[in-house]
């Protein structure tokens, strides 16, 4: 069924208003890095930039508890997608900076998994361009990006490159 806040986590099984507090006061930075990955993700594949931007400033803050998780390497993909959004209000030399970073690993995890990774890589590549006004040239790296998700079973990442990409037309 349809819901207003599709990134309020909220049922039987998990409930964010009663475990987040919880979980801060453990200072649990494996959980609420995830539950704030997920969330961005979530606010991306909506398209609810502000709400992204909003859970990747979270989930940076929890970025340590990630790591050697699947979840850190979607974290630097998602969070490009939403600094990349909102450019224009968070500065768009500061936005630069962050995703060449995030392209810098996501890169060496797409050298070394392309079958995992090359698909994140090449759409984050391609959303820079588009947000530089290099339609064309995004146009050829989100072709490739989908051809690379389809491949690989991400049908999420597929429609959402799908998405992007008609950001171009």
Known sequence: RPCSEPDV????????????PQHLKVNDASTLFLLSQAKLLIACVMGDRAAAATHAERARLYCKGGVGMHAFT??????????????????????????????????VWADNAPMNYRHHWL?????RLRVA????????????????????GFLHEEALAHELTARCY
């Open 74 to 107: 979607l974290f630097h993909a998602y969070e490009s997608l939403a600094l990349l959004a909102n450019a224009e209000t968070l500065g768009k030399r500061r936005v630069a900076k962050l995703v060449a970073e995030n392209q810098e690993k996501l890169k």
């Open 9 to 20: 986590l909220a049922g039987p099984a998990y409930d964010e208003t009663v475990s987040v």
């Open 123 to 127: 759409l984050i590549e391609a959303e």
């Open 133 to 152: 006004g290099k339609s064309d040239q995004s146009i050829r790296l989100s072709d490739e990006a989908i051809d690379q998700a389809r491949a690989g």
